[in-house]
Structures are given as C-alpha cells and as structure tokens.
C-alpha cells in the first residue's frame, strides 16, 4: 500500500541550528502539506503545494522556515535558525486533486530544540 | 473563520460502555474527516463524511455527520482497551476545497 514517506523521523538540535525534513508523498498526489503538531493539539497547516507551487503559506513563520517542492514531487521543510518553541511533531500530508481531498499523513518529524 | 471544537477534551471510560465524541463546526462545510492517532505516532484516516446525513461504520466505531447543525459525532460501542488514542475530527472549509481545519482531539482511555 502506498505510504507518504518522511525523513528523519526524530530530530535534536540546537537553538540556533538549521535543521530540515524531507517529505515523499503518495505517488500521483499533486498537493502536499507540511503540518507543525505542538503536543496536546490538533495539526496546523504551515504550507501548502500544488504540484511545484505554493498555495498557502499563510501561517509559515517566513522569517525562519522555507519550504520547497521544486519538482513537484518530495519537498524539503526546513528551519533556520531554529527557536525552543519549534519543538513539536511535523507532519507531511498528501491528497488527489477533487472528490473527497482526502489527505494521507506520513509518519512525522519529532524535533527537539535544546 | 472556521472553528472546529471537540468535546469532551478527555475521556477515561470502562471496556464495555457506549460512549458519544461530539465535533461542532462555526461555519458552513459538507466535508468532515476523523483521524486516529496513537502517542508518538501520526495520524490514521477512520471515516470521510461528504454529505448531509452521512453514517459510516468500522467495527466498533461509527460516524455521522449532520451539516445543519455543523455537529459530527464519533459513537463508541462495547469499547475496548485498544481504541484508547486521540480521536481528532477535521472540517473542510465551503471556500477551499483542498484545506481542512482540525479540533483539539479527543484523548480516549479506556480502562480494562
């Protein structure tokens, strides 16, 4: 069964280190998410693609956090410099384009700022 | 602004009972999905309602979904100890077919 793949699965860095997560969605699936799940909460959408292009980025900090799909297929998040509330789970989603927009989760990023 | 709320927030319950997680809406929307997801891990697609009316079942769980109301429910029937996750409910919003809104989950524990 096809997954949405992530990479690494856990993460501790510094304060003041870049890090970044990989995402490979489900293959055919042209829109992609990157969600930032603080503990005891529900995911927030930082950034949406379809295919190459962003369509919302609305609630991504852009003063440190980039994302990129530049092929329209996996996509790299990544974080610089990274603060102590960036600790949290980072989840990767993806869905076909009509009908239900249902959206399948990757297994997730846990990252630790120290 | 859409605004999804779930309740109750926590949920401690003995194997056998029947149980109701309820999921209010803000603002108009046909779409509503329910996640599962156990600690540490991501999240499990359950159930995608697309209309007025929708019922879906899986073994002990059922879903609804009533959009004149904007209230789903998450029904639990004789739970039992492995159904204890965090239950999250997401809304589609009317203007942006592609982007859903999720509520603050529902931690379930069900105590054998």
């Known amino acids: 069964e096809a997954e949405v793949a992530q990479s690494p699965r856990y993460k501790i860095t510094e304060k003041s280190q870049a890090v970044a997560f990989w995402c490979d969605p489900i293959s055919g699936h042209a829109t992609l998410y990157w969600y930032r799940q603080i503990l005891g909460q529900g995911p927030e959408l930082l950034v949406q693609f379809q295919d190459e292009s962003v369509v919302d980025d609305s609630q991504l900090p852009k003063d440190r956090f980039s994302a990129e799909r530049l092929k329209g297929v996996d996509s790299t998040l990544k974080i610089q410099p990274a603060e102590l509330g960036d600790s949290a789970m980072y989840l990767c989603?993806?869905?076909?384009?009509?009908?239900?927009?249902?959206?399948?989760f990757g297994p997730g990023t846990r990252l630790t700022v120290t | 602004e859409l605004k999804v709320e779930q309740n109750p927030l926590f949920l401690s319950m003995q194997e056998g009972k029947n149980y109701t997680i309820y999921c209010n809406y803000s603002t108009t929307s046909d779409r509503l999905y329910w996640y599962r997801q156990d600690p540490g891990k991501s999240l499990e697609s359950l159930f995608v309602l697309l209309s007025n009316g929708a019922v879906k079942q899986e073994g002990r769980l059922m879903a609804s979904l009533d959009t004149k109301a904007r209230l789903s429910t998450l029904h639990i029937t004789a739970a039992v100890h492995d159904l204890s996750a965090t239950y999250f409910c997401a809304v589609g919003m009317s203007n942006r077919d592609d982007k859903i809104i999720f509520g603050k989950g529902t931690r379930l524990h069900i105590l054998p």
């Open positions: 989603a993806s869905s076909l384009t009509g009908h239900s927009y249902e959206q399948y």
